[in-house]
Structures are given as structure tokens and as C-alpha cells.
């Protein structure tokens, strides 16, 4: 059963699914926290949907020894299922869930099977200044091991960016599944929203948004945007990871980076949305 269904269980309110992924610490919990205000939208943090869909996804493919009994179309529908299901509490009656999680964009081709009208914003930002963040969030946090360093206390600025950098890590796994689904036959149903945008711009970026994905638009309150996430970052010992400021707008880009100049610069030309030459399938970029 999809989304679009007529045949609906009165438990289970029909909803819109739209996702958010991208980079990390590129605006995605301000963004959910701002498109919250919509009292038809529901919209969070960095969510574990992403991964029981894989899990359930992995327990179905052969490895399992009872998978000659599950055919194709079985898979579509328990993945389907689950979704809605994990969905149905938080969907306001015939409104819109935004799910978010950095590797949604892996599965540019599963979600245009099941979810054909699901739409992707994926928040990207300027690659030094995302390391740069997390750097800022580690040295703020001295006398915490965070759990973005598997909790370790030790290394150097250059080794914390190896990891975050590397083919698994935090910013290179979700910069090479942004590529894979930019470049990849899917893109069009994907919309970059750059942190910069939103940050500065942020009425532009929300009615682009809301074109995009088709709905009406909201009146944003700006200067009140609330987010509470606390408790999780302080047990993954990262206070103020996902802290939101409560007012956005005419903000400065900041210049003043904490990375040595070499890191730096390492990483000052992967922004390769920037380039209108590099987008042969025409995505939208905010």
C-alpha cells in the first residue's frame, strides 16, 4: 500500500513522506525545527527509520535462510509497512512527515519505487566549514569524549578530519551518497538547500521548499524557532549538537575558522554543487 492509496485504516492517517539528508551540520534540525511550526508537518532530527529499513532490508536478502519465501513484491510491502508504520503516530491527519537521516540519499532508487511522490531536501554546506563545526563542537567540549569519535579522547585536528573525511566517516560517507544521488538518475526528485541560504535567507529557502514539494505556504515566525534535543546530545557527549538559535536570519557567514590553514584548504574546493557545469540533471539548488 502507498501513500497515495485510497484504502486507508481510519488508525492510520494517510500522510506525505518527504525526506531530509545532505551533509551533516549543514541546517538540517534547523530546518526541521523551523518547518515544525506547520502544524501539518512533522519533522525531527537525524532518525533510526534509515536504518531499521536497511536491517529489515538485509534480514530478507538471502543471508537469511528462509528468504526463497519472500518474493519482491513481499519486500516492497513489508518496506512500505514499515515506514508508514513507524510514521502513523507522528503524521497530522492528510499532512507531511519529514524523515531525516544523512544516507537517505543511498536510496534515490528504493524510495522512487515505494514513496513515487516522496520528495529529497538535502542541506549541504561549504566542506571546511562543516569540519570546522565539529572541531568547534570537540574543543568546546573538552571534558567530553564525543560519541562522533566512537567516545575517544585523543588524536590531533588533522586525525579527527582523516576520520570524519574517510570513505565511513561521518562527512565522507554522506558527501559520497550526496554525489551518488546528485549525479545519479534519480536527482530531479532532490533539492540542495545550501547552509549559507538558510541561514541568511531563510524566507527564500522555506518558499522554494514549499514549491518543491507542492504544498501552500506557511507564515515561518523566524525569530522563534525552538528545538529541544538536549538529553540525546548530552548522551552522546556533544552538548549543543543540535542546538537551534531561536532567531534566523542576517546572519553573517562566519570567517574566522578554527582549522589550520592547510586543513583548510584541503577541503576549500569539494563544493562541487557550486559549479553549474557539474549539474547535468538540472537539481534545484537553493
Same mark, same amino acid.
Given at each position: 500500500?502507498?501513500?497515495?492509496?485510497?484504502?486507508?485504516?481510519?488508525? /492510520?492517517?494517510?500522510?506525505?513522506?518527504?525526506?531530509?539528508?545532505?551533509?551533516?551540520?549543514?541546517?538540517?534540525?534547523?530546518?526541521?525545527?523551523?518547518?515544525?511550526?506547520?502544524?501539518?508537518?512533522?519533522?525531527?532530527?537525524?532518525?533510526?527509520?534509515?536504518?531499521?529499513?536497511?536491517?529489515?532490508?538485509?534480514?530478507?536478502? =538471502?543471508?537469511?535462510?528462509?528468504?526463497?519465501?519472500? !518474493?519482491?513484491?513481499?519486500?516492497?510491502?513489508?518496506?512500505?509497512? $514499515?515506514?508508514?508504520?513507524?510514521?502513523?503516530? !507522528?503524521?497530522?491527519?492528510?499532512?507531511?512527515?519529514?524523515?531525516? /537521516?544523512? =544516507?537517505?540519499?543511498?536510496?534515490?532508487?528504493?524510495?522512487?519505487?515505494?514513496?513515487?511522490? =516522496?520528495?529529497?531536501?538535502?542541506?549541504?554546506?561549504?566542506?571546511?566549514?562543516?569540519?570546522?563545526?565539529?572541531?568547534?563542537?570537540?574543543?568546546?567540549?573538552?571534558?567530553?569524549?564525543?560519541?562522533?569519535?566512537?567516545?575517544?579522547?585523543?588524536?590531533?585536528?588533522?586525525?579527527?578530519?582523516?576520520?570524519?573525511?574517510?570513505?565511513?566517516?561521518?562527512?565522507?560517507?554522506?558527501?559520497?551518497?550526496?554525489?551518488?544521488?546528485?549525479?545519479? %538518475?534519480?536527482? %530531479?526528485?532532490?533539492?540542495? $538547500?545550501?547552509?549559507?541560504?538558510?541561514?541568511?535567507?531563510?524566507?527564500?529557502?522555506?518558499?522554494? $521548499?514549499?514549491?518543491?514539494?507542492?504544498?501552500?505556504?506557511?507564515?515561518?515566525?523566524?525569530?522563534?524557532?525552538?528545538?529541544?534535543?538536549?538529553?540525546?546530545?548530552?548522551?552522546?557527549?556533544?552538548?549543543?549538537?543540535? %542546538?537551534?538559535?531561536?532567531?534566523?536570519?542576517?546572519?553573517?557567514?562566519?570567517?574566522?575558522?578554527?582549522?589550520?590553514?592547510?586543513?583548510?584548504?584541503?577541503?576549500?574546493?569539494?563544493?562541487?554543487?557550486?559549479?553549474?557545469? $557539474? /549539474?547535468?540533471?538540472?537539481?534545484?539548488?537553493?
Amino acid at each position: 500500500m502507498t501513500p497515495s492509496s485510497t484504502h486507508q485504516d481510519p488508525c /492510520n492517517p494517510p500522510f506525505k513522506l518527504h525526506l531530509i539528508s545532505g551533509l551533516p551540520r549543514s541546517g538540517s534540525t534547523l530546518l526541521a525545527a523551523i518547518l515544525r511550526q506547520n502544524p501539518s508537518f512533522h519533522a525531527g532530527m537525524s532518525g533510526p527509520l534509515y536504518g531499521l529499513f536497511t536491517t529489515v532490508l538485509a534480514e530478507m536478502s =538471502a543471508r537469511n535462510e528462509f528468504s526463497v519465501f519472500i !518474493n519482491t513484491g513481499q519486500r516492497r510491502r513489508v518496506l512500505t509497512g $514499515l515506514v508508514r508504520e513507524f510514521h502513523a503516530g !507522528n503524521a497530522p491527519q492528510g499532512g507531511v512527515v519529514f524523515d531525516t /537521516n544523512r =544516507a537517505w540519499t543511498t536510496k534515490m532508487a528504493a524510495i522512487s519505487e515505494l514513496f513515487p511522490e =516522496a520528495k529529497v531536501i538535502a542541506c549541504v554546506r561549504h566542506m571546511p566549514w562543516i569540519l570546522d563545526s565539529v572541531e568547534r563542537i570537540v574543543q568546546r567540549n573538552m571534558f567530553e569524549p564525543s560519541i562522533i569519535f566512537d567516545y575517544q579522547p585523543g588524536g590531533t585536528v588533522y586525525s579527527r578530519a582523516d576520520g570524519l573525511a574517510a570513505a565511513n566517516g561521518m562527512v565522507g560517507f554522506s558527501y559520497n551518497a550526496l554525489k551518488e544521488a546528485f549525479f545519479g %538518475q534519480y536527482a %530531479q526528485r532532490m533539492m540542495l $538547500l545550501q547552509y549559507e541560504t538558510l541561514i541568511s535567507e531563510p524566507r527564500r529557502a522555506l518558499d522554494a $521548499l514549499y514549491a518543491f514539494i507542492g504544498e501552500p505556504r506557511y507564515a515561518h515566525d523566524f525569530d522563534n524557532v525552538s528545538y529541544d534535543a538536549r538529553a540525546y546530545d548530552e548522551r552522546a557527549g556533544t552538548p549543543g549538537l543540535h %542546538q537551534v538559535h531561536p532567531r534566523v536570519g542576517a546572519k553573517a557567514v562566519r570567517q574566522d575558522s578554527v582549522l589550520p590553514p592547510d586543513l583548510f584548504r584541503r577541503f576549500e574546493n569539494d563544493a562541487f554543487w557550486r559549479d553549474a557545469n $557539474l /549539474n547535468p540533471r538540472k537539481v534545484l539548488i537553493v
